[in-house]
């Protein structure tokens, strides 16, 4: 092996100890590094600290995305990068995003103590930001640094108690004054932990990412008539709360029906009912709605129908449904010559692989704007569950993926 295992596990477990916390129903060890918490910002000081001690050119661009740049012979040729996230959900665990990032820094680590000076210039990094679940868009610093997100938009976002991403951003000390556009880089390979049970169920060692399917986001304000729940009729009351719960049915049986692609996925996972007591009917519900589909067409149908659905609900039950489109991208293809090179190393190991499109969005779909890209999917255990403590992988199978990525990266950096 090209890497050192141990050493990436190490700095795995080091990593997920910050922001760690303890499940106190289910005793289970998470993480909670929510985008610019403290506990974020502890995370990101300390791989920056490591991105120094690798020898790396360390920098902070205007949205808070941190770049770790590694010369290469020919330095001013287009670098070859890689990175993910280490921003994690409030309930995650210790893989998702960290393997791309920890995975990148053990490539470079690799590389130095093999004394190996690549042609290009090596870049990675990790992008602010990408669970989106605080500022109501996801991917948000490698959606700006490739163009999607103006940098004003993304600085103006609030969350949920008003704060703004700019300010949040300035209070732990990474709004960095480095440009935040990225010129075209040669090419992104990011690895990833899978986040589903294909791989596992395959019996397969790694993946080949084809692509990311298209995912859609919306913030619904939900109103209708606060009463007591015990004196108001039941043909006086305008509940914002039944208006939700029959939009939730609806869309879990349009995602169901088969009507908009056998792929279709629809989530309600956020619910925030006010004044939320026992025995008030709620004056406002606010919730979000969560739309995944690998087929544009199909995705563009179910937007359709969600929009006829809430007018319909807001006949009936003589509520209002506000609706923010919070989140918004199509199905990203990958680079076929970037899958091939990854699939080729595999082969090479003696690696048992498949090619898969992505359920979850990731940083790379927005890298995929600016430069040829593709993704190394490493398996999860228990069907690979995901934002959630349980999320895990083996030593082995992360190694293997870090190892193919190092693979990868070296021979891309060897081109032309
Ligand atoms: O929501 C997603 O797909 C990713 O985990 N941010
Ligand atoms: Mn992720
Ligand atoms: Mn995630």
């Known amino acids: ?21 303890v499940d106190a129903r289910t005793g289970l060890s998470g993480v909670n590094r929510l985008a610019l918490t403290d506990a974020d910002a502890d995370g990101r000081r300390q791989v ?34 890689s990175g993910s996230h280490i921003d994690s959900v409030p309930t995650g665990g210790a893989f998702d995003g960290a393997l791309g990032v920890i995975g990148a820094l053990e ?31 996801d991917m948000l610093g490698s959606a700006v640094a ?21 300010d949040e951003l300035a209070r732990i000390g990474f709004q960095g004054e480095a440009e935040e556009r990225l010129t075209p880089r040669h090419a992104y390979v990011e690895v990833h ?35 007591h729940a015990g004196t108001t009729p039941m043909s006086l009351r305008r509940d914002p709360g039944v208006a939700v719960a029959r939009l939730h049915l609806a869309l879990d049986a349009m995602a169901r029906s088969g ?56 006949r009936d039950l003589q509520v209002t449904i506000e609706r923010e489109q919070t989140a918004r991208t199509d199905r990203v293809p990958f680079a076929p010559v970037v899958q091939a090179i990854i699939a080729r190393h595999m082969d090479a190991l003696g690696l048992r692989h498949a090619t898969l499109l992505s359920g979850a969005g990731h940083d790379a779909q927005e890298l995929a704007a600016v430069c040829p890209t593709a993704m190394i999917f490493v398996p999860g255990l228990h069907e690979g569950i995901s934002h959630n403590p349980r999320e895990m992988s083996t030593p082995a199978a992360c190694a293997r993926g870090v190892e193919v990525l190092y693979r990868t990266l070296v021979e891309l950096a060897e081109e032309g």
């Open 107 to 137: 490539v470079v680590r690799s590389l130095n103590d093999a004394g190996v000076v690549t042609r290009r210039p090596i870049e990675i990094a990790f992008f602010t930001d990408e669970e989106g679940c605080r500022f109501g868009t």
């Open 193 to 227: 932990i899978e986040q589903g049970p294909v791989l596992a169920a395959a019996e397969m060692d790694l993946g080949v990412v084809s692509g990311v399917q298209g995912i859609s986001w919306w913030e619904l304000t939900v109103r209708g008539r606060s009463a």
């Open 259 to 314: 009507r908009f692609g056998p792929e279709m996925r629809a989530t309600m996972g956020r619910y925030d009912a006010h004044p939320g007591l026992v025995n008030v009917v709620p004056s406002r519900v606010i919730c979000t709605v969560d739309l995944r589909n690998p087929d544009d067409d199909q995705m563009a149908r179910a937007e359709a129908a969600f929009a006829e659905e809430v007018a319909t609900i807001e």
């Open 146 to 166: 490739c163009g999607r997100l103006p940098l004003d938009v993304a600085l103006d976002l609030t969350d949920k108690h008003g704060l703004r991403m700019g």
């Open 1 to 21: 092996m090209c890497i050192d295992a141990d050493r990436l596990w190490d700095t795995l477990l080091k990593l997920a100890r910050i922001g760690a916390y």
């Open 48 to 81: 920056m600290a490591w991105f120094g001690e690798a020898g790396l050119e360390v920098r902070v661009d205007r949205v808070g995305n941190v770049i770790g740049r590694r010369a290469g012979r020919f330095d001013h040729l287009a670098p070859v990068m």
